[in-house]
């Protein structure tokens, strides 16, 4: 049965069960599949999570990375549904453009637990797990304005085929909105740091006055924080996901100040949990976020061991 109510799961990695009851799985075994949009720790983090969890049940998660290409992810779910997998982990591409994975799933039957990012019509999945994305740029927004009190130009790397950062960047703007600061540049930067490092290089050399680079992840982040390093700028970054890389850059005092951290661990954790309770007819959250919080100097010796 779903239940239709938004849980807030603190970001505690294998922490507490979320749902009633323990995790229980056929005698059989079950196959589960897991595709994500891009090749990241991040999602790997995540997959270890599930084959962790699948495996002391007697299962096993197929797990295939889409590379960020939408009509490969669309055919690695149509071969999910060839090797009769119990449900999908999805982590779409193109929140848009899996739509016909989506029906092709919902017609043979098998749930999908959607993973990190959105889809467009989440009325097709079963349950949404991912981070308090919001929130998490609210975070970062709250960082700038204590480090940049008086305000000033800024410029945000976004992705806009990517749900989890749209929700970002409208926390991190609308937190803004009653401060002096000034958007001069928003660039499509894809997730990725090259993109990141190439937007951010234009957008110095036509706005060489911002004080800030918001990042919606932290991979465009370190682009920014490469560029804005080469180019000897005052500004400062800020991303989003507590990555290992982020906070090793955190670690060394220069441009790259503050991430919103997210917990892949918990991701992973509560999707499992979820995809279970569907699969036993159990009770089910149909969307859980989990929370966020910023990784500073003042606290980044405290994760500096990978992911939480």
């Known amino acids: 049965m779903k239940k239709r109510t938004m849980v807030y799961a603190l970001g505690c990695a294998m922490a507490v069960s979320l749902m009633a009851g323990t ?20 999602f790997s983090t995540i997959g270890d999570t599930l084959t962790e969890l699948a ?21 690695i779910i149509e071969d999910f549904i060839t090797q009769g997998v119990s449900a999908v982990f999805l982590n779409p591409v193109d929140r848009d453009g899996i739509l016909p994975a989506l029906e092709l799933l919902n017609e043979a039957g098998i749930p999908i637990v959607n993973v ?46 990517n749900s989890a950062c749209l929700d970002r960047v409208e926390g ?15 660039q499509d930067a894809e997730g990725k740091p090259d ?16 004080v800030a680079v918001f990042g919606c992840n932290d991979q465009c982040a370190q682009g ?8 000897g700028s005052d500004a400062i970054v800020l991303g989003v996901d507590g990555s290992p890389e982020g ?46 919080f910023i990784i500073d100097a003042s606290n980044v010796e405290d994760y500096l061991d990978g992911w939480q």
């Open 55 to 75: 495996e002391e049940n007697g299962d096993e998660v197929i797990i295939v990375d889409a590379q960020q290409d939408q009509a490969t992810q669309i055919s």
């Open 224 to 231: 920014a924080y490469a560029a804005i390093t080469e180019a």
């Open 116 to 161: 990190d990012t959105a889809v467009a019509d989440i009325d097709l999945v079963d349950s949404y797990v991912a981070s308090d994305n919001y929130g998490a740029g609210v975070l970062c927004a709250e960082k700038l304005i204590e480090l940049c009190p008086d305000g000033g130009e800024i410029a945000i790397l976004d992705y806009p085929a």
């Open 23 to 42: 995790l229980t799985a056929s005698a059989e075994g079950l196959k589960f599949g897991y595709t994500y949009w891009a090749a990241s720790d991040f």
């Open 247 to 292: 906070k090793e850059y955190i670690a060394e005092g220069g441009a790259f100040v503050a991430t919103a951290a997210q917990s892949p661990k918990t991701i992973g954790q509560y999707s499992m949990e979820t995809a279970y309770a569907i699969l036993n007819g159990e009770e089910y959250e149909t969307e859980i976020a989990v929370e966020t």
């Open 172 to 186: 991190f703007t609308d937190t803004i909105a009653d401060y002096d600061f000034t958007i001069v540049a928003q």
């Open 195 to 210: 993109p990141g490092l190439e937007k951010t290089q234009d957008i110095l050399q036509a706005n060489p006055d911002i």
